[in-house]
């Protein structure tokens, strides 16, 4: 039977989210007719307006104090009572210190991504564009590498001045002093606290936006990379098929997000990668199988149950799979609608992390191991450390209670990094970052935000393993590619908010570790600052059915001086529907 409507070919509504069939100017339109407005507004309350009315309070808070109760709290600090205030202080150290720093940071690097990063970007590639259509330099060439530089420095400058002139038209109406008888009367406080908030903020903004594009201009600049590395015959190598992107979807006619019927349906493409890799592995063992991020289209349950469908026929490649989950797997609120709105509180982003952290679990759960807090070091097997939550999972999987949420609020955070580690002192480790930012809003779900935890725990793994080498895998990617710039679009909204960040702290393990990513669908390796770094292309996305797609299985060895080398990399390549070549 063959429908006038055939709905194995879709149709308009699988163009919905699609960047690729629709333009950011659509997408945003789309986004304002369709977007709740009563949580909008609370949302906006909750993550906003509250913080922001705190942050004005906090100076007249502060004043009173200082005003009213240095000389209790001085008295309060000598003998017993300083005892007694310590006591308490630890308390609260020990108990709300790590979940306060967590939640600080992801406000901060949050407010990086809702003020600063937005704005630099959008400045700095408008500048790169007019500055590289004047001046047309080569690709990957010292002049593109300068224009680049002194267009992130321009572009911090401007929004360092506009921020800065925010501050000086708020600052007549700021107050930083206060007393205990005006907070009878909240109401009355109301414009200065407003005020004091818009001139931290701005005056924040004009610091911050200044020392962003400083260390962004002088970083060093990523280079394509010329040579690949030779090594004697006697050296110990690993094979890594490097995979990222594949987002299975539900069943055989079903189209992707991002490219719509642009795109290939189904997950044929998927299954082809695996009976490809299953021969190679056959002729020429695979060590390690990295997926970096976005194994599924939308984080159903569906889809990971798919997922687990198309591996099943292949047990001796699924026992040298490691994953790590992407935007696609955690973020996506509503794959049909961009302009859904998630609250903090919706129980429904906690149940895409524990699908995850579950679907890890049966991929690598007794060959990584998750760190101990308390020492920093080494702990337990995925697998142990998630068997005292299984209870709590399940019910809250079946039930989807606030309780259980709260309950449940840091297993995805204390899970990572993930790390495989090396098996002798000279061996090759790996180690598994979530590179996710915690957003509430499908059209925002690409931003990425790496923990400071997370780059600690690095380090610390690190040096426990002096003469090891690393595969440092995360879902986004860490600098903008020495190439013609692309579409806004994609620069701003799927960068990582703090990729300069991660990268000056992992350039001191240079030598001793690759990084690999996926995140863009692009096909890249350089290096910035000694630092190598892999980016992957979609065997799936970016492609229709009779498209041919590729991806890359690369060669690391060791080199000698607990250093290693990366060795140039086997292409396979699958062929289209219709085609039958393949390399």
Sequence with gaps: MTPLLDPRNGDIEDDASSTKQRSLLSLGGSLLAEIGLGKLVVAWVMLIALPGLALGFLPLLASLWIGKFSTQAQLLLTGLGSLITLAILAAAIWFGGRPAMRAMEASFWSLQGIGIQPGYVVGREALRHLAERIFKPGSDSAELRRIRSLCSLLSAVI???????????????????????????????????????????????S??????GIADASMAAPVDLRNFATVDSGARRWRIAHLSDIHVVAGPYGFRIESGRAGPRGNQRLEQVWARLATIHERDPIDLILISGDLTDAGLSTEWAAFFDTLAPYPQLVERIVGLPGNHDLNVVDRANPARLELPTSPLKRLRQLRMLSALDALQGTRTQVLDPATGKLGPSLKRYLEPHHLDIAAFADMGSFKLSLRLADIADLAFPMIVPPTSEEGLGLMILNSNADTHFSFTNALGMMSLAQSRAVESVAAHYPRAGWIIALHHHVVEYPKPATALSERIGTALINGSYVVRRLQKLGGRAILMHGHRHIEWIGTAGGLIIVSAPSPVMDATDTDTTHFFIHTVATAGNGTIALLTPEKVTLPGAGTTSAT
Excluded: D, M
């Design 207 to 212: 610091v911050a936006s200044l020392l962003w």
């Design 159 to 205: 929004l360092s001045l506009f921020a800065a002139w925010i501050a000086t038209l708020a600052w007549p109406y700021t107050r930083w002093t206060s007393s205990l008888a005006e907070f009878a009367a909240p109401l009355q406080l109301l414009g200065p606290v407003i005020a004091n908030a818009v001139a931290i903020l701005a005056i924040y903004f």
